[in-house]
């Protein structure tokens, strides 16, 4: 056994979402990306003497929105803090922050690994502002501050130290990311800093219960990245104590370049942060009524979807967690089956056809030209036997797309796409490929019913490919049993 194997890793994570509002969390200065550095400022934001901050109502609604989609409790009542500490890119010299009362307790994410399910326990979520950037590689001698995200709403998720592998954080990551997308808080893109992570791990010899020292490697802002931190970490942290170090709790950065993880420069030294009420802000008073209201605008969220999907309508587990990756990729499946009742046939068409078809041509299903009401007139038609499904996904799909005003029945007449299912004439074709080659009909005879592969592919050539395949096929049994 490597040494590996007798430790395991422990990993809690620090989550900060970056909420899609319009305006700030305390002011109206606008919060798009990319605009034009300190282009989005006030001097609210900037914390000028005798400015005040108010709170944005939808900060709170969004709050409320992801603790109740993960089951926590909400704190009705709420008082906002400042965490005081002194950095550039920090124009107040204090973040406004919630302490000891954060508006979501408790509550769990289910995360799906290879064979399993597991819940990881949520600590809490509290509201924060973001702090403003400093750009260390655009002048040569110089550090310089961006302050537009200064004041844009977070909310923090922390989460029990309930992992137990990178795999683990690696789900739970894009689990966190399609939830926050479901709720439409958060654009949750990641290389836009939109979700980041802080990530805590620390090991243990297997079997111990209490839990080792934990390093924080901070900021981590994509999915792989938080896998590989956690891994360097893992081994970095045995080595130590396997060579009879200690380790020490320490603040790290995550370098992707070299895969590894190195002190940080101490930005908030000696860790006295000082917090007090916010004497600027007034207590925020959660009514039942208001939090029943954000209960009743949740939407369908992707776990539901995924029950759903697998119990009622009998979907294989791949299918519906393809099919609820996106919501609006769920909710085109759910307008589909409006119309039909084939599910795993439309689910086939959405999974194999439609999503193909988005890939090809880079767009979203949003822009997607065909309604499900025409996939389901797409789906009547080879289920009427009308057109084959080779004809319908390859030909008459691919045309419609650039027609989607047409009905696809019309459209398939035009393409000379519909199948022949008259018995009168597969019969006529039959016959003509029969008389071709009456040597293999003996064969048949003897017992070689291979030979009916090469009948089929004639009867095919002689119809255009438009006989129905079942009827030629029966009919040609039937015939050469009659031989
Ligand atoms: P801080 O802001 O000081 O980092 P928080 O309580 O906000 O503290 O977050 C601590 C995070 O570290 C939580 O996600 C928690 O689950 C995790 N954590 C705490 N102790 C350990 C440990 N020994 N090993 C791994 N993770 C831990
Ligand atoms: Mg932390």
């Given at each position: 056994m490597s040494i590996y194997e007798q430790y395991e890793t422990v990993i809690g994570l620090e989550v900060h979402i970056q909420l899609a509002t319009e305006s700030k969390a305390f002011c109206t200065d606008p919060t798009s990306f990319g605009a034009a550095p300190n282009t989005q400022i006030s001097p609210v934001s900037l914390g000028h003497p005798g400015t005040l901050p108010r709170m944005n109502k939808r900060q709170i609604e969004y709050a409320v929105k992801l603790g109740l989609a993960l089951g926590c409790e909400i704190n009705r009542e709420n008082q906002f803090a400042r965490k005081n500490y002194f950095y550039v890119d920090l124009p107040k010299g204090y973040q406004i922050t919630q302490d000891d009362l954060p508006i979501c307790v408790g509550g769990s994410l289910k995360i799906r690994l290879e064979n399993s399910t597991k819940d990881i326990r949520i600590h809490r979520i509290h509201m924060e502002e973001d702090a403003g950037k400093s750009i260390h590689d655009q002048a040569p001698k110089h550090s310089l501050v961006d302050l537009n995200r200064a004041g844009v709403p977070l909310l923090e998720m922390v989460s029990e130290p309930d992992f137990r592998s990178s795999e683990e954080v690696y789900s739970y990551m894009s689990e966190v990311r399609k939830i926050v997308r479901y709720l439409g808080?958060?654009?949750?893109n990641m290389e836009e800093g939109s979700l980041r992570c802080d990530v805590n791990v620390s090991v243990r010899k297997k079997g111990d219960t209490k839990l080792g020292t934990r390093c924080e490697v901070k900021n981590v802002n994509s999915l792989r990245y938080a896998k590989r931190a956690v891994e360097f970490e893992f081994k970095r942290q045995v080595d130590i104590i396997e060579a009879g170090g200690t380790i020490t709790q320490s603040t790290l950065n995550f370098d992707p370049a070299t895969g590894r993880t190195s002190p940080m420069r101490e930005k908030e030294n000696a860790h006295d942060y000082r917090y007090f009420t916010d004497p600027d802000l007034p207590p925020v008073i959660l009514t039942d009524e208001f939090i029943e209201d954000v209960r009743a605008s949740l939407p369908p969220l992707p776990e539901q979807l995924v029950q759903q999907f697998t119990k009622e309508l009998g979907l294989p587990e791949y299918d519906a967690l393809v099919l609820t990756e996106e919501r609006s990729m769920a909710e085109f499946y759910l307008a589909l089956i409006k119309h039909t009742k084939q599910y795993k046939t439309a689910s086939n068409w959405v999974i194999n056809i439609i999503k193909a078809y988005l890939n090809e041509e880079d767009i979203s299903i949003e822009e997607f030209p065909l309604s499900p009401r025409t996939i389901a007139a797409l789906m009547a038609l080879v289920e009427s036997k009308k057109v084959s499904f080779a004809a319908a996904s390859q030909k008459l799909f691919p045309a419609l797309t650039k027609q989607p005003q047409q009905e696809p029945e019309a459209l398939a007449k035009s393409l000379n796409l519909m199948q022949d299912s008259d018995a009168g004439s597969i019969e006529h074709f039959v016959d003509q490929a029969l008389a071709k080659f009456p040597d293999k009909v003996k064969a048949y005879k003897k017992g070689k019913k291979g030979v009916i592969g090469l009948f089929m592919g004639e009867v095919m050539k002689l119809s255009r490919g438009k006989a129905n395949p079942q009827l030629a096929n029966q009919l040609l049994r039937k015939k050469l049993e009659e031989a």
């Open positions: 808080i958060s654009d949750g």
